[in-house]
């Protein structure tokens, strides 16, 4: 059972299923929401349990965020075409067991880093 939470403690997340795609994503939008790169792994919807004030922002006509109206903290990413939702590995309280598949975005990546861990790259 993965466990997670915001920064105030207003919403929680769980599930039972064992979490797919575990990436870094560059995109501007996740650098402007995050502050940085934004690390999620995903599970179909009907495995995760939302518990909280989930404030969904739409981001795009293919997306939407979810994050804390109260503290900030994005927790989210949900196609609005797709059974499952991303979810901030940051969020997870205690150790996650998860490894980190692939870089995603990276044609649009902060000019401030590299990426040198030879993981898969997809512009």
Do not use: N
């Amino acid at each position: 059972m993965l466990k997670g939470s915001c920064l105030c403690g207003d919403i929680h997340f769980e599930t039972e299923a064992q979490p797919q795609g575990a990436s870094m994503c560059h995109c501007s939008q996740c650098r402007k929401q995050s502050g940085g790169i934004w690390a999620s792994a995903y599970v179909k919807d009907s495995d995760l349990t939302i518990t909280g004030p989930v404030s969904w922002y739409e981001t795009s006509p293919q997306a939407k965020r979810g994050s804390c109206p109260r503290c900030g903290s994005f927790l989210f990413w949900k196609a609005h075409d797709e059974d499952t939702t991303s979810f901030a590995l940051g969020a997870i309280d205690g150790a996650s067991g998860l490894k980190i598949e692939k870089h995603i975005f990276t044609a649009s990546k902060g000019d401030f880093y590299d990426i040198a861990d030879g993981l898969p790259q997809r512009d």
